[in-house]
């Protein structure tokens, strides 16, 4: 697989977008079957925007938060994924777009 340059960030936006329609359109009742997921994919976001230089505290965790937060939490992380993907050219965004990908197509 080759790498996707930070020029691609508008597909890893335009996937995040979605991800969080989806999840914050589902009935609450369905959300929990993938809360689970939704945390995985939130982590390995987070550990992405970390490794190319991303400025947080190096003990901070993600919260497991209810059915109704999951989607801004990604959002969240997403968001700050995206702005240190941009101050890193040439950065390879094609695993955090896979993640989404694969994410959003498991979601009931």
């Known amino acids: 697989m080759t790498a996707t340059p930070a020029g691609d960030l508008p597909d890893v936006d335009r996937e995040l977008q979605r991800v969080v329609d989806r999840l914050t ?43 109704n937060g999951l989607g801004a939490m990604l959002a969240v992380i997403g968001h700050d994924f995206l702005e240190t993907a941009k101050a890193a050219p040439g950065a390879d965004v094609q695993p955090v777009l896979d993640r989404l990908v694969a994410l959003r197509r498991s979601l009931p």
Do not use: H, W
């Not at 993938?34 to 992405?48: G, K, P, R």
């Open 25 to 67: 359109s589902l009935p609450l009742a369905k959300v929990p079957a993938c809360s689970d997921d939704v945390f995985e994919t939130a982590a390995f976001i987070l550990a992405e925007a970390r490794r190319l230089g991303a400025k947080m505290p190096p003990d901070a965790t993600l919260p497991r938060l209810g059915p």
